[in-house]
């Protein structure tokens, strides 16, 4: 807190859709950028994974996939590791950002947010503060904290090595669930998708929400910065994506 209160308050935030993608025939349910910075991955309820060109718009239709928390190899197609510990269905997994990161954080039904390391199996860590189903998590770009946005109407972030909660991104005019959180590149914005439309955006360090971003016409499903941290996209029950910067 004393760090965050020598902090400059940022500025004026302004971001607008740069571009709808449209293509889908029901509800968009997850989407990431690829590395090359230009094309996102999206599926939807319609059974389509769809590969986008963010610039062109171009479409290539591929097959789709489900899993849950499992590690596989995708050459042969075998499970190489199960992990084994929530209670109930698992909404959300994130990897370390670390290249030699062998941990992911996942969420899910029983409310609980848990860290497991991939060649154990075994979970590390576990946080139970939320108050409803964890929806989306995500590292903080150092790798040393992770975001969870849930549909007790809160986006919450951890400390890995103090090994608590500290921080909550909640106001009493939002009361609806959280679906998806990400991180600004920096790390000093938390952008988080909402299920009445919005996207908010909070200011990390101060707590401060210092934006709320219109446009999609049904709930907010997911999100991603692009990995050059330019823009970010998100995906919506409306049947389109939208590119913001």
């Not at 599926?43 to 789709?64: C, E, P, R, Y």
């Not at 400390?159 to 600004?184: H, M, N, P, Q, T």
Request: proline share 1%; net charge negative.
């Amino acid at each position: 807190h004393q760090v965050a209160e020598r902090v400059e308050a940022l500025g004026q935030f302004v971001m607008k859709t740069r571009r709808t993608l449209k293509g889908h025939g029901n509800k968009v349910l997850c989407m990431d950028w690829c590395k090359d910075k230009r094309r996102i991955v999206s599926s939807s309820q319609d059974g389509k994974v769809i590969v986008w060109d963010s610039f062109t718009t171009n479409k290539i239709l591929t097959a789709s996939g489900d899993g849950t928390c499992a590690l596989w190899d995708v050459e042969s197609g075998q499970l190489l590791q199960s992990f084994h510990g929530h209670g109930a269905d698992v909404l959300c997994l994130d990897l370390a950002p670390s290249e030699t990161g062998n941990t992911f954080v996942s969420g899910g039904c029983d409310k609980k947010a848990m860290v497991w390391d991939m060649r154990s199996g075994q979970c590390v860590q576990a946080f139970e503060t939320h108050e409803s189903d964890i929806n989306s998590v995500r590292y903080y770009p150092s790798g040393d904290a992770f975001a969870s946005g849930s549909d007790d109407a809160t986006c919450r972030l951890y400390d890995l090595r103090a090994d608590r909660e500290v921080a909550i991104y909640s106001k009493e005019s939002i009361i609806f669930g959280a679906s998806s959180v990400d991180f600004s590149l920096s790390g000093r914005l938390l952008f988080a998708g909402y299920n009445d439309y919005t996207i908010n955006v909070w200011d990390v360090l101060k707590g401060s929400r210092v934006s709320i971003l219109f446009g999609h016409e049904n709930r907010v499903s997911t999100l991603r910065v692009s990995p050059d941290g330019t823009a970010f996209c998100s995906g919506s029950w409306d049947h389109t994506l939208r590119v913001w910067a």
